[in-house]
């Protein structure tokens, strides 16, 4: 059960600015240095990558740091870190992923015969088309870990942790579900993984419910990260595979 969360709103307006600050400073920041044409090669598109992700996940989690300080208490009392037991935690996140991981593959497909289906063109996130058209070894592990390990625990932290109870404690607990999960889905910025994400995401928030332990949504998102990050490097080994059978 999700315990409540007094997250007070000076504090969070604060927090919620700051994010704000952080995804477009680093991209800012990266334009500045670079010329124009640098962005339209691989190696300007990864650099922007990689200025990216660590300015808004460095810089999420010392916001978060600071919001939890402000508010008296640490990351465990803060986000319910231990308080389910770690196997329960893992069995959870594993039917989590079991259930999500199909459903949004489901979604992603349907969306994008809705879109072709009025003369649009399903577009690839900018990310995926960076980690596709990526070649070294070096490059591919950075990728496997901002989309494994960071970005699960910087979303998760901001968008189950903080902003869903912060909503759900004022008593909007409809609001809280879904405008996080949309919003959720919207900073992907893609029309055809919109359904699939915000799915996604209310599978998160209702494992966050079940546990109290934001755990068990960052393991749930870590799995469904990597499950769709191995599917796109081995892509073309894939589907050799499966003409194989």
Known sequence: MLPERQWEAEPLLRFVAGVCFCLSIGSLATRAILPEAAFATQEGKFFLFVSNSIVLH??????VAVFLREHGVGWREGFGFGSAGFLRTLGLAVAGVLLALPVALA???????GMKSVSVQPEVQVVVQTLQETQSVEQRVFFAF???????????????????PAIKQRGWPQLALWGTSLLFALTHANT?????????AMVLVFL???TGNLLAPILTHSLFNAANYFALVF?????QFLKLQ
């Open 146 to 164: 901002v989309a494994i390990l960071g970005a699960p625990v910087v979303e998760e932290i901001i968008f189950r942790g903080i902003l869903y």
């Open 58 to 63: 460095g810089g999420t989690l010392l916001l």
């Open 235 to 239: 892509q073309s080994e894939l589907k």
């Open 107 to 113: 979604l992603q497909q349907l969306s994008a015969m």
């Open 208 to 210: 966050y419910e079940r």
């Open 192 to 200: 055809a993984t919109f359904l699939p994400l915000t799915f996604l």
